[in-house]
């Protein structure tokens, strides 16, 4: 029996791709990663967000808006 860790179509970014993709400085997205906020895999120095954990993180950050009363 041969066990499988990841999907067969996961996809990882680096941190520099989605600061690039959220145009927001690198420095932001390292501190989303160390603080937890944004989930991410560490292997050896780099690391690795999954483009699952980033949708979901993308998703969960937008701001509702006001209700109009």
Do not use: C, H
């Amino acid at each position: 029996m041969q066990s499988k860790v990841l999907p067969n179509n996961q996809k990882f970014l680096g941190i520099k791709e989605i600061s690039e993709i959220l145009n927001v400085p690198y420095r932001t997205v390292y501190r989303w990663v160390t603080s937890g906020t944004l989930p991410a895999y560490k292997f050896g120095s780099t690391y690795r967000i999954s483009e699952t954990d980033f949708n979901s993180f993308f998703i969960t950050s937008k701001i509702k808006e006001p209700s109009k009363d």
